[in-house]
């Protein structure tokens, strides 16, 4: 499975953002489609996840009511609509394919590929 992310740059506090994650190769082998961000000195951060098949969801808490994921399996885009974002949401976001059979969803070790990232800069 090959992901692509895109959708980053800089945008000021409060605004939003949508980032896209374009998968390709056998994406029914993976069906788990992840987002994380990684700041600088930090630890990579789950922010969301959703399954192809059921559309299950999980948020993580640092973003629950302002971040939205979605996904389109037709067209194996998944997206993460960010509203009111802050400075502390500066980082890289990083779109992420596993299998939902897999019993972590919401850390890294859950997810078998991994996009290369794109970043996201709020300024203040």
């Known amino acids: 499975v090959q992901l692509q992310a895109s959708g980053g740059g800089l945008v000021q506090a409060g605004g939003s953002l949508t980032l896209t994650c374009a998968a390709s190769?056998?994406?029914?082998?993976?069906?788990?489609m992840g987002w994380f961000r990684q700041a600088p000195g930090k630890e990579r951060e789950f922010l969301a996840c959703i399954t192809w098949g059921n559309s299950k969801i999980t948020y993580g808490d640092s973003v629950k009511g302002r971040f939205t994921i979605s996904g389109d399996y037709s067209k194996e885009r998944v997206y993460l609509k960010m509203n009111g974002l802050r400075p502390e949401d500066t980082a890289v976001y990083y779109c992420?394919?596993?299998?939902?059979?897999?019993?972590?969803?919401?850390?890294?070790?859950?997810?078998?590929?991994w996009g290369m990232g794109t970043l996201v800069t709020v300024s203040s």
């Open positions: 992420a394919a596993g299998d939902s059979y897999g019993p972590i969803w919401t850390a890294p070790s859950g997810y078998n590929f």
């Open positions: 190769g056998q994406t029914f082998a993976s069906d788990l």
